[in-house]
Nanobody
């Protein structure tokens, strides 16, 4: 049974930091491209950060470059998203995504709210 379980969301003040985690099970984690998406109220889901399965190549949405860092630990079947210098516009539900060819899995999401 495939599972992606996000954690680490919450309420943080502008300028603060959060670290999201996504624990994976039920598939060969190391062979999947792992990504973080987010969806704000009334907006479409958007790609935030992506990390390849081989070589660990990363890419980021322009809006989060130099503030967010994606990482993965294949030994722990976990992908992370370190979020620094958070802004109110980063408020959204953040989703973990695993993809290999036509196989795509989603987590249930974790809420991140940036507000003073």
């Amino acid at each position: 049974q495939v599972q992606l379980v996000e954690s680490g969301g919450g309420l943080v003040q502008p300028g603060g930091s959060l670290r999201l985690s996504c624990a994976a099970s039920g598939f060969t984690f190391s062979t999947y491209v792992m990504s973080w998406y987010r969806q704000a109220p009334g907006k479409e889901r958007e790609l935030v950060a992506i990390m390849t399965s081989i070589g660990g190549v990363t890419n980021y949405a322009d809006s989060v470059k130099d503030r967010f860092t994606i990482g993965r630990d294949n030994a722990k079947n976990t992908v992370y998203l370190q979020m620094n210098s958070l802004k109110p516009e980063d408020t959204a539900v953040y989703y973990c995504n695993a993809k290999r060819a036509t196989l795509i899995y989603w987590g249930q999401g974790t809420q991140v709210t940036v507000s003073s």
